[in-house]
């Protein structure tokens, strides 16, 4: 499965390098995932958590971060599975920060660019075909809100969550199909608008 995207984060590009490089922090932002531990040689250890109603399934995996602050880009490279018909992925994903145009000096916005590779196993694979992508910007829009707001708070009074949420399956769906119905009246308003 292959994803690209782009975002918008308060502060400069090299502000924002440095917040990713945070990952501890960074890590709370991400729907459903906690970071569990870190190996010897910089990779993290760490799970998410995705509900479908009462029933939970928890992803484990690793993942290392590779930083460029000054070159203002990045690469994450993991790997996971969950005890659900063989679920696995692997991915690697690409990113880079640039100055948002139009924005004041005074108050800094930098634009996030991603494109990530995964490759999806076991019941993994049919939902890369059937909606992987359209859930992989989902969660990208929540990521971007979530982080705009922990930074928009002084490290000595971020928020250190105590417990964390699960991704709901219904949330995801329910977005999914929001964005689906409003690029659909968006095309349905483009048409009556040039027949017009």
């Not at 969660?139 to 708070?153: C, D, G, K, L």
Request: glycine share 8%; hydrophobic share 40%; with cysteine.
């Amino acid at each position: 499965m292959y994803f690209e995207g782009e975002f918008f984060v308060p502060g400069t590009p090299a502000e924002v390098m440095l917040r990713f490089a945070e990952v501890e922090r960074v890590v709370c932002c991400m729907p459903g995932a906690t970071i569990d531990g870190r190996d010897a040689d910089g990779s993290y250890h760490g799970t998410m958590i995705v509900s479908f109603g009462p029933k939970r399934i928890t992803f484990k995996g690793s993942v290392r971060c590779d930083f460029d602050v000054q070159g203002c880009r990045g690469t994450l490279t993991g790997r996971g599975a969950a005890n659900l018909r063989s679920a696995r992925i692997e991915m690697t994903t690409r990113f880079s920060t640039h100055e948002a145009p139009g924005y004041l000096p005074q108050r800094p916005m930098s634009l996030v660019k991603l494109n990530s590779d995964a490759e999806l196993q076991g019941v993994l694979a049919d939902f890369a075909q059937t909606g992987g992508v359209a859930v992989a910007k989902v969660i990208m829009r929540e990521f971007a809100r979530r982080m705009a707001e922990e930074f928009s708070t002084p490290v000595q009074d971020a928020r250190v969550p105590v417990t964390v949420e699960p991704v709901k399956a219904h949330w995801l769906v329910w977005n999914v199909v929001r964005d689906l119905a409003s690029s659909l009246w968006r095309k349905f308003r483009a048409k009556l608008n040039r027949s017009s």
